[in-house]
C-alpha cells in the first residue's frame, strides 16, 4: 500500500519519481501545470525517519572505513517508500 502524499508546502518541490509518473500518465510530457514547485499529484511522500537515520549512520559507517562500495548498497538496499 502506497503512503498518502503529505500536503504540499509552499515553495516545496516536486519529488523526481512522482513527476515522471505524472509525465508518463500525461503522454510522455510534463503536465501543462508542473512548474517548479511540487504540486498535490508531485508532492514528496512522507518517509520514516527511522529509515533514513539508519540509511545515513550505515552511509557515514561506509565513509569512515572508506568504503564507497558499501555506501551505495546502503543507500540502494534502502526501502523507497515510493515503491510498492
Do not use: N, Y
Request: no cysteine.
Amino acid at each position: 500500500m502506497q503512503d498518502e502524499p503529505k500536503k504540499k508546502e509552499e515553495g516545496e518541490l516536486p519529488d523526481p519519481l512522482r513527476t515522471f509518473e505524472a509525465a508518463a500518465r500525461a503522454g510522455g510530457v510534463k503536465p501543462a501545470g508542473q512548474g517548479l514547485d511540487a504540486t498535490p499529484e508531485t508532492a514528496p511522500l512522507p518517509d520514516s525517519p527511522e529509515r533514513e537515520a539508519e540509511t545515513a549512520t550505515e552511509v557515514l559507517r561506509a565513509g569512515v572505513d572508506h568504503d564507497p562500495k558499501a555506501a551505495t548498497e546502503a543507500v540502494q538496499e534502502s526501502r523507497d517508500p515510493r515503491i510498492p
